[in-house]
C-alpha cells in the first residue's frame, strides 16, 4: 500500500516519523532563498526539530527564488502541501521523517510577492543556499564583482530586481523606509566567511545606488558567518523510487541525505532567532576555524576524488572510496598537504574529523555521484583547492598531492574519460574550460593563465612545475598509473 504525500494523509503514515505539533499554529519568521535539497536536509530539519519541542513556531519558513525554472519545484513541493520526506540512510539502517517547517512558497520571478513578504515586520531572517556560483564573485580576487550586468540591472531598477541581493537590498530599504527594523542575512552556503561575503555583495550593490545606503547596511544590519554540513545528493528517479518501495510514500521530491549534520553558527540576531542550540547547533564567537576545518578537508577533499574517479568512469562517491587508489589518494593528500594548513580547532582533533568525513563518503547508501562532485570546478577550486595550495608554497611547502588534484580537473574538462567515454558539459564555463584544456595538453602553463581561477598561484613556479608534471603524467600515463606513482613518491 503506497500513501501521497500530503497534509490529509499525513496522519496517515505509518513508516515514517511525523510532527506531533500543530502545523496551523507555525507563523512565519524567515525566508528561504533556495529551496533545494541541502536546505531541506538541514536548516528545515533543525527547525522541524526546534518545533517539535512545543516552542517557537513563529518562525517557519516561507521559501523564495529568483529563477524562473524553480518554479516546477514549487508546483511539486505545492502539489504535497509544502510537505518533505528525509531520508536518512547509513550502511546498517534507513529512516524517513516528514517535514513540515516550510509553509509557503512564493511563486519564483514574483519580485512584488517577494519584496512584500521581505518588508514584513515578522520576517526577522532572510537565510540563503544558493550555492558557490551565486554570490557574484570574481574567482581570483574572490570579491564581489560589482561590473556583472545582473547587478548593474537591479541597481538601476530596484524597484523591481533580478537576483537575490537586488530583492534582499530592495527589502531592507523598503524597511528602512518605514522604520522597520533591518532583517538579519544568514548565508548556509560553502563559502569562506559566507556572512562578510554576503554583506559584500549587498552592500556592494547598496554602493551602485547610494553609498549611504551601502554604510548603513554596513552598520545596520547582521550578517552573521556559519559553517554548514550534511552529504545531500540530488534527487533522481531512483530515490523516489527507493522511498516508494521502501517506505511506501509517494513523495514529488523527497531528500536523501546521510544521519550526520552540523552547523556553527555565528550569535549575531539583533532581530531575534529561534533557539536552535535545543537541537544541536552550536553558536560561537568565530565560525572562521570551523568552516575552514570544513571546506579543506571535507569539500576539499571531495575535489580530491571527484575528478579521479570521473576520468576512471566510477559513477558512485563510495564507489570511489572502494578504488584503493583513489581512497588512497584522498588519505596521502589530506594528510599530508591539507590537514597541517588548516589553523586549529576549539575541541576538534583534526586527522580524526578527516578520518570521519572520509567514512562518510564511503556510505554506500547515499548514492551521491561522482558528476555531482564534479561540478562547478571553476567556482569550488579556488574556494576548496587553491587556497590551500597558496598557504603551501608562501610557507616553501610542496603541493604535489594539490597540484596533481587541479591537473586532473584540468584533464577532467577535456571532455573524456581515460576510456574515450565522452563527459557531458559540467560547469557554467565548460566551453572555455575544454579549449584551455586542449590547449594545455602541450602547454600546461595555459590552463594556469586563467587568472581569473588560480590569481597569482598560476605563475608561482613550484606550482606550475608540480602542475605541469603532473598533467604530463596524466596524458603519457593515463589516471591510475599517476595516482600509482604519486602514492609511491615518484612523480
Known sequence: MTTKLSAATLSTLSTASVPAYDRAALTPGIVHFGVGNFHRAHQAVYLDDLFATGRDHDW????????????????KLGAQDWLTTVVEQEADHSSARVTVAMIDYIQPGDSAAILARLANPATRIVSLTITEGGYYIDPASQRFDPT?????????????????????????????????????????????????????????????????????????????????????????????????????????????????????????????????????VQFVD???????????????????????????????????????????FLAKVEQDEIIPVVPPVPDTDLGDYSALCQRRFANPKIGDTIRRLALDGSNRQPKFIIPTAMDRVAAGQSVTGLALVSALWCRYCFGTTDSGATIAPNDPSWDRLTQQAAVAKTDPQAWLGMTDIYGDLGRNPAFATAFGTALNSLWQHGTAATLERYLAGTL
Open 286 to 328: 568565530d565560525v572562521a576555524p570551523y568552516e575552514h576545518m570544513k571546506i579543506r578537508i571535507l569539500n576539499g577533499g571531495h575535489a580530491t576524488i571527484a575528478y579521479p574517479a570521473g576520468l576512471l568512469d566510477v559513477h558512485f562517491v563510495h564507489e570511489a572510496m572502494e578504488y584503493p587508489l583513489v581512497s588512497a
Open 60 to 75: 517557519a519558513l516561507i521559501g523564495a527564488s529568483v529563477r524562473e525554472a524553480d518554479e516546477a519545484v514549487r508546483q
Open 148 to 280: 556583472h550586468p545582473d547587478i548593474v540591472y537591479d541597481a538601476a531598477h530596484m524597484d523591481a530586481p533580478r537576483t537575490t541581493f537586488g530583492l534582499i537590498l530592495a527589502g531592507l530599504l523598503a524597511r528602512r523606509n518605514t522604520g522597520i527594523a533591518p532583517f538579519t542575512v544568514m548565508s548556509c552556503d560553502n563559502i569562506p566567511g559566507n556572512g562578510h561575503v554576503t554583506q559584500n555583495a549587498v552592500a556592494g550593490l547598496a554602493e551602485l545606488v547610494d553609498p549611504a545606503l551601502a554604510q548603513w547596511v554596513r552598520t545596520a544590519v547582521a550578517f552573521p558567518n556559519s559553517m554548514v554540513d550534511r552529504i545531500t545528493p540530488a534527487t533522481s528517479e531512483r530515490e523516489r523510487a527507493l522511498l516508494l518501495e521502501q517506505f511506501g510514500i509517494e513523495d514529488n521530491w523527497p531528500v536523501f541525505c546521510e544521519s550526520f549534520r552540523q552547523w556553527v553558527l555565528e550569535d549575531n540576531f539583533p532581530a531575534g532567532r529561534p533557539a536552535l542550540e535545543t537541537v544541536g
